[in-house]
Structure formats: C-alpha cells, structure tokens
C-alpha cells in the first residue's frame, strides 16, 4: 500500500468520525427544539404540579422551607418566594373592543371605551397581605394555605372589596383589568398577541396542559415572562379576577383573565371572562386593587 493510500484512508476515517460528531450534533439539537420549555422561571424549580423556589420541598401541594433563590421579583423570605405590595401606573386611552376574538367570542358588542388613567397592583393579592388585614380585624377570617407568597383564592367579592378599601383602593372595573392586559394595541393576551405558552403563565394545572391534580393557585409573580410590558403580573392565569362590572342579571359579577384551572389557551386572552355569583367561594378566583393615579408607596 503506498504512502498515498494511506493518507487516502485516514482522511475518509477523519471525514466519516467529523460527519458522526455533526450528525450527533444535529439530533442533540432537534431533541432540544422539541423538547418542551420549563414550565418554571429561572430561580424557580417544578416539584409536582407546582413551580416552587430553589431550595424548597414540596409537601402536600404547599411549597415549604427556606428558598435559596426565587423568581425575579420576588423576595426570598423564611416561608418562601413573596412578591412585596407595588402598584404601576397605567396610562389611560382607549379600550377597542371590536373584531378578531373579541367579536368571535360572542361576549361583548363591539364598541370603543375610554378607559382613565389609573394605578394597579403589579401582583395579585397574596396570603401574607390578606393576613395582615385579618389581624387588623378589617377583613374577615377565609381559609388560607399558610403559603403567604401564594395568591389569595376563595374569597368573595365583599372579602376582596374590603381589603382593597383597607389598603386605600378599590376593585377594578372589568374594563381596567381588560386594559391592563391588553393596553392601546389590542395584545391578545397580556404579554402579546403569541406565545400561550406553561412559562409564561399558571394555567392548565388540574388535567393539563402544562401539569396535572393542581388544587390551589401558584405563587403571585412566579411567571414574570408573562408580565405585561407595564410590568403587571398574572394578568393570565393563576386565579380568575374580581372586579365590579355586573352583567344583565345583576347579581352576576365578571372575574376575569383565567386561571390555573383552565386548560384551554383561549381562557387566557385579555377579553376572557366568566360570571359569577357576588357571595361565591372559587378556589381559582382571587382578586388585585387599583388606586388613583397619584397613589404612590405605603401599600399595605
């Protein structure tokens, strides 16, 4: 065999090993695309259907102990990942109601609503806030978790009218929650007009799509990739909203923007509502205040 063939040889072996590595490389690749995204944000960790701080144990369906890290935005805190009380301003304009899902759903006649400007939570209300009004004998007892970074749920309309009174706002109407999420453009849902996906917000958690056997909301916060650009949070998804809008039969109230029992995308959209009885108990249902504009730290 000459020198040549040799040569020849090694370089066809060198070749054909370079083709397998790239080979490897692509299906690498391919499993990763199709492999679906965290369910979790950074910082946060899937312990059965719930996304838990870095560091916690999940016990029963509560997140306990200590975490060494939580989502961006929240505090690490002894009992877990809690969101500390903020409010964002929301500039007023327009809420147009009108074609694509809005008119396809049937829900509302299309029209034009000159929303104002006003102030927001950037959370849902969570157990340790609602807590804090039960000790000041303002609010009265429901059952919590003894999760205190977990969204408030099972509480009535009257339950959630007086704490927001107790921390100097009120409920927002079903046309400020809809422009909190869906803002001067019209965004499908609160972060944008794609992309319902299980990180961007606490959805399909009882029978899926993105967990199964929930019983209870997430942590308020703990999906900061759904945020709306104004920086509000859950907006979709984790507990279905109280405000003050009533329906034709007045002694419905809308809630809105879905929750973590819902397992269809649609219920997230920012036009999603459902109509509930005033002195109702859901332990999907929960509730965020507003304020005027001018309100400005000192929340409770």
Not at 179 to 208: N, P, S
Request: aromatic residues 8%; proline residues 5%.
């Amino acid at each position: 065999m000459t020198q040549v063939d040799v040569r020849g040889r090694k370089f066809i072996a060198v070749g054909f090993f370079l083709g397998l590595v790239a080979f490897a490389l692509v299906i690498v690749a391919a499993l990763r695309r199709s492999a679906p995204p965290s369910r979790c944000a950074a910082g946060m960790v899937l312990l059965g259907p719930r996304c838990c701080g870095e560091g916690q144990r999940l016990e029963g369906q509560r997140c306990v102990g200590q975490p060494v890290k939580c989502a961006v935005g929240l505090d690490v805190t002894e009992a877990g990942c809690v969101a500390s009380a903020r409010i964002v301003p929301i500039g007023g304009g327009t809420l147009r109601i009108g074609a694509g899902d809005w008119e396809a759903q049937g829900q509302v006649v299309p029209q034009n609503i000159d929303v104002p400007s006003f102030a927001i939570d950037a959370y849902e209300v969570h157990e340790a806030r609602y807590a804090a009004c039960v000790a000041t004998t303002a609010c009265a007892k429901v059952e919590l978790s003894g999760e205190p970074g977990r969204a408030l749920a099972g509480v009535t309309l009257g339950d959630a009218r007086r704490f927001c009174a107790w921390v100097g706002g009120g409920l927002p109407s079903a046309e400020q929650l809809a422009f909190a999420a869906a803002g001067q453009v019209g965004r499908r849902y609160a972060w944008g007009d794609t992309g319902a996906v299980c990180r961007r917000a606490a959805w399909g958690l009882v029978r899926g799509p993105c967990a199964e056997g929930a019983s209870f909301p997430e942590v308020a916060g703990s999906h900061p990739d759904g945020a709306s650009p104004d920086g509000v949070h859950d907006l979709a998804g984790n507990v279905a909203e109280w405000t003050t809008t009533s329906g034709a039969d007045a002694a419905l109230v809308d809630v809105r923007g879905g929750s973590f029992t819902d397992g269809a995308a649609s219920a997230l959209r920012s036009w999603h509502r459902r109509q509930l009885a005033a002195e109702s108990r859901f332990p999907d249902v929960g509730f965020r205040c507003v304020y005027p504009l001018a309100t400005a730290g000192g929340l409770r």
